[in-house]
């Protein structure tokens, strides 16, 4: 970092570094790229159809199978669901490999597109039909309505048909007639089937005793209602052991999120208040306000994308649907205000205490040399980041034998435009560098006493605000991030923030680039490499609207 008043210069990258974030891409390629790439070539389908598709297909099916009647006003909506349970037992068990090579994947999909269908028509009242994402093909189906009386029933309303068609009062042997049709048709043997007896869940269950996934059964699950089917889904369960264990892990990693993430955030961003106030002789407070702006902006825009769409029109969602805006409009101002005055007290604290400059003013000279610099030290240390976290995933898996499994909530197959998906790479960036390393390391170096004390503690709170995600056991995220988080702390101490904020967008967004790259469509492919190249046209505008400043010319001297 240079200090206050010197001229802004930033540290050349040496050839070791250089070589360092090459071989890190090499092994980023290597172990997460070239797999996804090879599967993807494979003859198996992995290019998901498109939600237009999806809704015709679940249209047409429900049309033809489930007895319904299209109406103008109908709005069918598709989101992604997976069976995070199932998927993480067979990544635990490491059963993945033989479930695709034998084709369960396409019969029996953990990921499917869900199209469902509410409208006011009583005719047609919550239904949905699953469609495995790649093929298109209906793997379940789910109709709790289908007439008028179901709709009564709602309201304590008794009919005829609705006593008749109670799944309580329908003999075993009439719940099979009315299943072993829907089995046929999915191409299934009813006579090679055994009946699973007490199945709570649903009406009637079929085992398969000769398809297991290691210790789970195939099973064909039905549900009725008047006289009818009115649900079936096939498919496997994760064992309750495995079911038991995740829910304490999620346990444990929400309270790790809370205590050892979230109070200490507040009361880092408590102090950021306090010294932005007690340091305001050497920061100003209008420093930070536009990169906070530009924060709660991104924020907003990135939460708007993640809002569930649905077509339930009703008075109660739409007042849902407001409520949830204005409260994760009210987090976003929070956060972006944290953001502001960790950038406000973090200058100051540097500035007073440290005389150092980590965060130069756009008005000095050679800041556009400077940014430029930042962005390219910003590249090379995203490629040792990649290399370094791939060999912590590697070593990892064979010390604590982690696993990881799908989220449904977090994928970009839920957001209203996908393709958007990478600006929450500049969220992380600005945020998390601003509090954990900019302020975080100064204050707790204040309190600790110690540089290398005061990057452990931080790095420790920014890990374990990363527990929840789907990764276990819920140890190995703030093991793996620990060591992220140290060279963060490390490339700010040695290059400033913005080679630190850098370092952290072209990181993630490498990582979500890379994302929407497998998603297969041109707009997603085309979103996923300007991601990565953005940051860089970020510094190379800053660049250019402060380019070097040249030198005054000497006025010729005048001998007369």
């Known amino acids: 970092m240079n200090s206050v008043g010197q001229p802004l210069q930033q540290r050349a990258l040496t050839k070791g570094l250089i070589f360092s974030g090459i071989i890190g891409l090499i092994i980023f390629i290597m172990f997460q790229v070239l797999p996804s790439l090879l599967a993807s070539s494979s003859e198996e389908n992995t290019t998901a159809i498109s939600k237009v598709e999806a809704r015709e297909k679940a249209a047409l099916f429900a049309a033809e199978q489930l007895g319904y009647t299209a109406a103008a006003n109908d709005e069918w909506t598709v989101t992604y669901q997976s069976d995070s349970s199932f998927y993480g037992y067979m990544s635990r068990e490491k059963l993945l490999e033989d479930y695709t090579k034998n084709k369960l994947d396409r019969r029996y999909p953990f990921d499917v597109f869900q199209v469902s269908l509410l409208t006011s028509d009583t005719l047609n009242l919550n239904l949905s039909v699953d469609l495995n994402m790649y093929t298109g093909e209906v793997v379940a189906f789910d109709r709790e309505a289908q007439s008028a009386s179901a709709n009564l029933q709602k309201y304590g309303i008794k009919t005829a048909a609705s006593s008749e068609s109670n799944d309580t009062e329908m003999s075993l042997e009439q719940k099979e007639n009315l299943a072993r049709p829907w089995l046929k048709k999915w191409e299934v043997n009813p006579s090679k089937l055994q009946i699973e007896p007490n199945s709570k869940a649903y009406g009637l269950v079929y085992t398969d005793s000769s398809v297991k996934v290691g210790e789970s059964q195939l099973r064909y699950s039905f549900n009725f209602a008047e006289g009818e089917v009115s649900s079936y889904k096939a498919g496997f369960s994760a064992p ?66 993640m809002l569930p769409v649905t077509s339930d029109q009703s008075t ?8 949830m805006f204005v409260v994760y409009a009210l987090y976003s101002l929070l956060m972006s205000s944290l953001l502001y005055f960790s950038l406000v007290g973090g200058n100051g604290l540097w500035r007073q205490e440290e005389g150092l400059n980590p965060w130069p003013r756009a008005k000095e000279p050679g800041y556009g040399q400077y940014v430029l610099d930042s962005i390219r030290a910003g590249y090379i240390w995203a490629f040792v980041l990649l290399g370094v ?31 958007l998906l990478p600006i929450v790479a500049w969220l992380a960036g600005l945020s998390e560098e601003a509090i954990y390393r900019f302020f975080g390391i100064r204050m707790l170096k204040k309190l600790v006493r110690s540089t290398l004390a005061a990057c452990l503690i931080t790095s420790l709170i920014w890990a374990l605000g990363h527990t929840l995600y789907p990764i276990y056991p819920v140890s190995s995220r703030p093991i793996e991030l620990m060591v992220i988080g140290l060279l963060f702390s490390y490339i700010f101490l040695r290059y400033g923030f913005i080679a630190v904020m850098f370092s952290h967008v072209v990181f993630d967004s490498i990582l979500m680039g890379a994302t929407l790259i497998f998603m297969k469509e041109s707009i997603n492919i085309g979103a996923g ?8 046209l970020v510094a190379y505008i800053v660049y250019r609207f402060n380019p070097p400043q040249k030198p005054k010319q000497a006025e010729p001297f005048n001998l007369n």
């Open 316 to 323: 109660e969602a739409r007042v849902s649907a407001i409520i």
């Open 529 to 536: 490499i300007f991601a990565i190249a953005m940051p860089f």
């Open 389 to 419: 976290q791939t060999i912590m995933f590697i070593i990892l898996s064979y010390t604590l034998n982690n696993w990881s499994t799908t989220d449904a909530s977090q994928s970009p197959y839920n957001m209203r435009y996908a393709w």
């Open 240 to 305: 309750s052991w495995h079911t038991s264990y995740v829910e304490k892990q999620t346990s444990l990693a929400t309270k790790l999120t809370l205590f050892g993430y979230g109070l200490p955030t507040l009361a880092l961003g408590i102090l950021a208040l306090i010294y932005s106030i007690l340091r305001r002789g050497h920061t100003s407070f209008a420093r930070g306000a536009f990169l906070s702006s530009v924060h709660f902006v991104i924020m907003m825009v990135s939460t708007y994308n």
